[in-house]
């Protein structure tokens, strides 16, 4: 067995082979910090540094995120994907405002109380940004600690992930847990990796289970499969003078909260959806190519369909909608597949 404990090599390891210019490692600002982990859930870190200069620039601390309209927040936002993490950055900016005085609450348990914020990334927060003594086991984590201790099974089962938060708990140094921390992150990003594990250059494989039994490609195991349901809708491009009519989404459900373009069943005639919704007469024109869109529950096709607005009256318009031209509707928060099609048509 080596001499050195676990922690005690992730963190050797974190210091001269660990990630160190991030944008969000070079601060103790926990604003800066919670705001890098909820854009780092479910997206890659390439994808989100741009989005992570844009959005401080915009909402630079705490207090500014909170007074920020939501649309301005959504817009800004927009692209990222998975937008309740929007919503819920939001909403946790003005409890924090309202209910701690703008300043981030130090006790892990207290932060995994905002909205968004779970038991590890309140961790994170309380580790990177205060040095408090807390375990993480976000996606990277679990399966460092999965193939190390060799844990069969998903890890998102609540029997799996019970069995890894002990031992996360139980390898949780006394002292440097902020370079801990982040040693397990670097080392599950880049090292442990899910295809192609780079097994020589990792400081704990010497005792990993997986590694010895020819196991890494094996664990964790993978999310059980199912079929996704599948829906298909019919979205209208109503365009008037060079405008595109968009439509505020519900608050819930999917896409809540963005512009995004009017919906019409399959097997509803558009005129007839077009006159009851909106009182005005328009003529259908070409159907564009569908487009599919993966959400993680379900999978969507999305029917493009191009309607000129023939007589658009005054009542038509409400609160709730909105005519921009393609170009600047780029400005709006929308919905990715939508940006992608508003986009299209710019260019033709």
């Known amino acids: 067995m080596p001499a050195k404990s676990f922690a005690a090599r992730v963190t050797a390891w974190q210091r001269t082979h660990g990630r160190h210019d991030?944008?969000?490692?070079?601060?103790?600002?926990?604003?800066?910090?919670?705001l890098s982990e909820i854009m780092l859930q479910q997206t890659q870190v390439a994808a989100v540094v741009p989005y992570y200069a844009r959005f401080l620039a915009q909402f630079p601390d705490v207090a500014a995120l909170a007074r920020a309209p939501l649309d301005d927040v959504l817009a800004r936002w927009s692209g990222l994907g998975y937008y309740r993490r929007a919503h819920h950055l939001h909403a946790a900016a003005r409890a924090i405002v309202r209910d701690h005085g703008g300043t981030f609450p130090r006790d892990p348990a207290v932060l995994a109380t905002l909205p968004g914020i779970g038991r590890s990334t309140a961790a994170a927060i309380a580790a990177l940004a205060f040095g408090a003594r807390a375990a993480?086991?976000?996606g990277n984590v679990k399966r460092v600690l999965a193939r190390h201790r060799g844990i069969d099974g998903w890890p998102g089962s609540p029997k799996v992930e019970a069995a890894l938060w002990k031992v996360a708990e139980a390898e949780l140094p006394a002292r440097a847990v902020a370079a801990y921390t982040q040693g397990l992150m670097d080392l599950g990003a880049t090292v442990c990796t899910r295809a192609s594990p780079r097994?020589?250059?990792?400081?704990?494989?010497?005792?990993?289970?997986?590694?010895?039994?020819?196991?890494?490609?094996?664990?964790?195991?993978?999310?059980?499969r199912k079929e996704l349901p599948h829906r298909s809708v019919r979205v209208l491009l109503i365009e008037r003078g060079g405008e595109v009519l968009?439509?505020?989404?519900?608050?819930?459900?999917?896409?809540?909260?963005?512009?995004?373009?009017p919906e019409c069943p399959l097997d509803g005639d558009v005129c007839d959806v077009v006159h009851a919704r909106f009182g005005a007469r328009v003529d259908v024109r070409d159907a564009l190519p569908p487009i599919e869109h993966g959400f993680t529950h379900f999978a969507l096709t999305l029917h493009p369909q191009r309607v000129a607005a023939r007589r658009w009256p005054a009542r038509a318009e409400a609160p709730e909608t909105l005519w921009l031209s393609p170009a600047d509707a780029q400005h709006a928060a929308l919905p990715a597949p939508i940006r992608k099609l508003l986009r299209s048509l710019d260019r033709v």
């Open 199 to 224: 097994c020589d250059a990792c400081p704990v494989a010497a005792d990993c289970v997986a590694r010895r039994a020819g196991r890494t490609a094996a664990l964790p195991a993978p999310r059980p």
């Open 246 to 261: 968009l439509e505020k989404r519900p608050p819930t459900g999917v896409w809540s909260g963005l512009w995004s373009l």
């Open 22 to 34: 991030l944008p969000w490692q070079r601060t103790h600002d926990a604003y800066r910090i919670w």
């Open 136 to 138: 993480i086991l976000d």
